[in-house]
DNA sequence: CTTATAACCTAGTAGTTCTATAGGTTAATA
DNA sequence: TATTAACCTATAGAACTACTAGGTTATAAG
């Protein structure tokens, strides 16, 4: 499941999208219009700047703004800052790799095996989606 | 992420497709074999018993057995009653469709178009694989 | 009939994560 | 100088995860 923090971060991003080129969006606005706690969306649109798909401007008119084209941020890079790692166990993660410690060999694994493909056919979708893709309505 | 409850299960469940055509499979051997607490499996497996994957004997020579063919069983519908939705947002869950309180519509939600696709992707796998797939080694 | 075995059942709990909220400070603009 | 809006730190309730404890019931073997 997608946490609400991942959710609300991909919605404003979107919404940031769709706004004549470069001009800053007030994270009140998108607050309001998207019906996400104020506060909570700060936090992430914090993180959003850290990680570098946002920059910032302070006082009035001020707001958040998009670094590079909606074409040029993929999903995966979203999801992964926001949420972690894509794969569903640590062990086929690309990015967030981390062994089991209960299984003997990854190769017998049957869980693993079957979660490789179910990592490969979700970062495919993810990683064809750019956020243009996904701002169009 | 995969609760260890679902991979735990799975694990167990491939287990028991490699074994002679239904001889029982005590949780004591699963557990040890596949490093899994005992107590915590107990709890999976009764629970796979009661949504109809498993059969079970009581005393010496009992356990747990497949009630079909490890052809049978896809992988959707272990996953569905051990992990839940497979989708990543309610919103677009089949089996579990929950309607977001945050949004206006469906229609227009950047998030769930892009869900959408990341679960039919990931529905394709987990329904083309079966228990007999991924229980080969 | 007794003992051992292994499933079955209920309850609880420590730890973590999630989803925020509170209450400020800093920097830019009018 | 006042206002605006981002920035920062800390905290807290609720839910969930991954178990553990401590039994009871049913079956099979001797």
Redesign the interface.
């Not at 190769?107 to 869980?111: G, M, P, Q």
């Not at 996904?134 to 309505?137: E, H, L, M, S």
């Given at each position: 499941?997608?946490s609400k923090k991942t959710?609300?971060g991909?919605?404003a991003l979107?919404f940031i999208a769709k706004q004549p080129e470069g001009k800053p969006v007030q994270t009140a606005e998108i607050s309001r219009t998207?019906?996400?706690s104020q506060k909570f969306l700060e936090s992430i649109l914090l993180e959003l700047r850290k990680s570098g798909f946002l920059g910032s401007k302070k006082g009035k008119g001020g707001g958040y703004y998009l670094i590079k084209e909606p074409e040029e941020i993929k999903?995966t890079a979203v999801i992964r800052i926001l949420e972690?790692?894509i794969a569903?166990?640590?062990c086929v993660s690309l990015n967030y790799y981390e062994k089991c410690?209960?299984?003997?060999s990854e190769?017998?694994?049957?869980?693993h095996?079957?979660?490789i493909?179910?990592r490969d056919?979700?970062l495919?979708?993810?990683g064809e989606?750019t956020l243009a893709d996904?701002?169009?309505?």
């Open positions: 499941m997608l959710k609300y991909i919605k979107s998207q019906n996400i999903m972690g790692p569903m166990v640590p410690r209960d299984c003997v190769e017998t694994c049957s869980v095996a079957l979660m493909q179910v056919s979700t495919k979708v993810l989606n996904i701002a169009v309505k």
